[in-house]
């Protein structure tokens, strides 16, 4: 059996009605599995988190974001997060003996038929990128919605499916193929944006930081905390204790201690390696945040 995993990330984190709905439209798709969704305010983002089989995946994924394109409208949206549109990003990831080409092959298709269905630019990103550059999704994302406009208009940043027309309600759409990525937020225990944002500039990849790692620093206004938000595109290389034990570290330097860590969607084991989630201090944490927990269920 080929099992993907899917990962669509929603501009939506503040209306649990229309989280809701959306994650109605999953769980009325009896082929796949729902593991996992959540919605946060102060990024005014949701993740869904869902299993099957590729055919499976390519339905329900494009009847929920037909559900988010309904009831987000970008022209009244606003986050801390990056994004380009109310679909912001619909990542493919390959599991167990699935390949990547089929996760490629299915991104592809998806894209296809997200811009014929709902008449939103899709850009291909990660694996599935057919531009040289776009194999990184920030690279894409650059400038947001806000500078989507005027960046379509140059042919260089046209989308791989659709004319270049700025849709002010939808936006556009990165959708991709990738390994594993682990969502993990490590928030500080003071109110200094500047400091999380050095900080994430210290340990991402590219700013000669800790391999595989993309930061960047937040405010959560609701919580009135600095955060600093990050992407670890390789867990078995670099395992999530590199990874806190340096933002410990450099907090300290600024007498600052670590509030406490979270995840955003779910985690392999392989992330915990020399560690626990009690030494990570976080939250929130059990079984069920195990990708094997789901991935046994359902093959099973």
Do not use: W
């Amino acid at each position: 059996m080929k099992i993907i995993e899917c990962v669509p990330n929603f501009s939506e984190g503040c209306n649990q009605k229309k989280i809701a709905a959306i994650a109605k439209v999953f769980k009325s798709h009896p082929r796949v599995r729902l593991i996992d969704f959540s919605g946060d305010a102060d990024h005014n983002r949701s993740v869904f988190t869902f299993l099957g089989e590729p055919e499976d995946i390519l339905e329900a994924a494009l009847a929920a974001c037909g559900k988010a394109l309904e009831l987000i409208d970008m022209r009244k949206q606003a986050g801390v997060h990056p994004r380009l549109g109310a679909v912001d990003v619909v990542p493919f990831i390959p599991l167990g003996k699935t390949k990547m080409k089929d996760a490629v092959d299915l991104a592809h298709v998806f894209g296809q038929q997200l811009y014929e269905r709902f008449g939103v630019p899709v850009y291909f990103y990660g694996q599935a990128a057919l531009v040289p550059g776009r194999d990184e999704l920030a690279n894409v994302r650059r400038g947001g919605y806000e500078a989507l406009k005027s960046k379509m208009i140059n042919p260089a940043d046209a989308p791989d499916v659709g004319k270049p027309v700025f849709n002010a309600r939808a936006g556009a759409t990165a959708v991709g193929a990738r390994e594993l990525l682990v969502a993990y937020n490590i928030n500080l225990d003071c109110a200094d944006l500047r400091l999380a944002q050095k900080i994430a500039s210290q340990i991402r990849e590219k700013g000669g930081g800790l391999k595989h790692v993309r930061a960047i620093g937040v405010i959560l206004k609701s919580r009135d905390i600095a955060q600093v938000s990050i992407n670890l595109t390789n867990c078995k290389e670099m395992p999530l204790k590199t990874i806190y034990d340096e933002v410990k570290a450099l907090a300290a330097e600024r007498d600052i201690k670590i509030l406490e860590s979270e995840l955003i969607g779910l985690i392999p084991k392989c992330a915990f390696a020399g560690t626990t989630p009690k030494y990570l201090k976080l939250k929130d944490f059990d079984k069920q945040r195990l990708l094997e927990t789901h991935l046994k269920a359902f093959s099973g």
